[in-house]
T-cell receptor
């Protein structure tokens, strides 16, 4: 079964800094990669997804996918205190409905 | 925005008792899911359904049953609750399956004592 490793486990940065979160997959089974944001006491909310090698930008978010190295990263530009949350990386495989989640990175943005 | 409502939001159950967690979605989505979240394990899929009156096993189905009586409703049933089932449970829905956006409810915190 595919495994998803996220790093770092936690991260504290000052407001306005660029944030980089990493995710590694154990195999190439996932057809799409998703990043979710989860605030305390809430359910995860999808932020951005990517299906093909390369990068995708949406607002302050950029995601990079390298299928050869089984690595994906999420970059948050101009971080805000409201970005403080747990970020979950997930790989999805249509057909068997397998969405494999990483354990998450806890991000804290200091004002 | 897509809405997934879970009830109850928290529950304390006794070991060996029966627990039913309910989920209702107003998104008109075909796919519904039950996940559990434990510290250090991320989210793990218990059961899912892509049509009413049918359910499928996920990665950790043992000790859980699911029921999908209608497109809008999906329940998770613990027939004999155990201490190891203490966790936060999330219901979710999606329009066309895993490669499309999944919308989560706010979760149910279940404590088995």
């Amino acid at each position: 079964q595919e495994k998803v490793q996220q790093s770092p486990e936690s991260l504290i940065v000052p407001e306005g800094a660029m944030v980089s979160l990493n995710c590694s997959f154990s195999d190439s089974a996932s057809q799409s990669i998703w990043w979710y944001q989860q605030h305390p006491g809430k359910g995860p909310k999808a932020l951005i997804s990517i299906f093909s090698n390369g990068n995708k930008k949406e607002g302050r978010l950029t995601v990079y996918l390298n299928r050869a190295s089984l690595h994906v990263s999420l970059h948050i530009k101009d971080s805000q205190p409201s970005d403080s949350a747990v970020y979950l990386c997930a790989g999805a495989n249509y057909g068997n409905e397998k969405i494999t989640f990483g354990a998450g990175t806890k991000l804290t943005i200091k004002p | 925005e897509a809405a997934v409502t879970q009830s109850p939001r928290s529950k304390v159950a006794v070991t060996g008792g029966k627990v039913t967690l309910s989920c209702h979605q107003t998104n008109n989505h075909d796919y519904m899911y039950w996940y559990r979240q434990d510290t250090g394990h991320g989210l793990r899929l218990i059961h899912y359904s892509y049509v009413a009156d049918s359910t499928e096993k996920g990665d950790i189905p043992d000790g859980y049953k699911a029921s999908r009586p209608s497109q809008e409703n999906f329940s998770l049933i613990l027939e004999l609750a155990s201490l190891s089932q203490t966790a936060v449970y999330f219901c979710a829905s999606s329009d066309q399956g895993a490669n499309t956006e999944v919308f989560f409810g706010k979760g149910t915190r279940l404590t088995v004592v």
